[in-house]
């Protein structure tokens, strides 16, 4: 079975800072990571995603995740964040290939104060 | 050009009641996948439809749990006699082909409160 850890229900920052939301997931097999962000009254949109590769990945609006096989983390970073950043951000993981099959963490609400 | 579409936002049934929660996907997706939040986790697959057909049920409930994609119109989701335990927000995403580069869109779901 898979799960995913989000460590962090809630990040408070202020603009312009940088940001790291933490993701921890385990599985028994290779698995594929996602990150999805949610804005208010909208549906969930992919930021990125690790199938293989480099272990660094670049996402849309200037996130980045980095894949740690060895820490079993894919932790979610913006060297400087924008009031428009303020949303909830959902970690993935699909240990089956699918793309579809996805088990996702609960959620960690970022709130960008001026 | 629109999104996902999902429809009522909020449905409230009594127990024993049916629900009955919609979705249309983006134009010219074919592929439909329905997931379910419960309070305090995160969402987690249910089923994968494709025109009238059910590819993966895995994640559904064996038992009054039921989803279909017809030809024409809305994915459907239906959950007979709800419980309590049905309350959650329920997802819905498309995309025009299932593969491992194939991007998923979500609507912004629907609440089901069952009372």
């Known amino acids: 079975a898979q799960s995913v850890t989000q460590l962090d229900s809630q990040v408070p920052v202020f603009e312009e800072a940088p940001v790291e939301l933490r993701c921890n997931y385990s599985?028994?097999?290779?698995?594929?990571l996602f990150w999805y962000v949610q804005y208010p009254n909208q549906g969930l949109q992919l930021l990125l995603k690790?199938?293989?590769?480099?272990?660094l990945v670049k996402g849309i609006n200037g996130f980045e995740a980095e894949f740690n096989k060895s820490q079993t983390s894919f932790h979610l970073r913006k060297p400087s964040v924008h009031i428009s950043d303020t949303a909830e951000y959902f970690c993935?993981?699909?240990?089956?290939?699918?793309?579809?099959?996805?088990?996702f963490g609960k959620g960690t609400l970022l709130t960008v104060n001026p | 050009n629109a999104g996902v579409m999902q429809n009522p936002r909020h449905l409230v049934r009594r127990r024993g009641q049916e629900a009955r929660l919609r979705c249309s996907p983006m134009?010219?997706?074919?592929?439909v996948y329905w997931y379910r939040q419960l309070p305090e986790e995160g969402l987690k697959f249910m089923v994968y439809?494709?025109?009238?057909?059910?590819?993966?049920e895995s994640g559904m409930p064996k038992e009054r749990f039921s989803a279909e994609f017809p030809k024409e119109g809305p994915s459907i989701l239906r959950i007979q006699q709800v419980v309590r335990g049905d309350s959650a927000a329920y997802f819905c995403?498309?995309?025009?082909?299932?593969?491992?580069?194939?991007?998923?869109?979500f609507g912004s779901g629907t609440q089901l409160s069952v009372l």
């Open positions: 995403a498309s995309s025009p082909g299932v593969a491992t580069n194939e991007k998923l869109f």
């Open positions: 599985s028994s097999v290779s698995v594929y």
């Open positions: 690790y199938l293989s590769g480099s272990t």
């Open positions: 134009k010219g997706h074919s592929h």
């Open positions: 993935a993981v699909d240990s089956g290939g699918s793309n579809y099959k996805l088990t």
């Open positions: 439809l494709q025109k009238e057909n059910i590819i993966d």
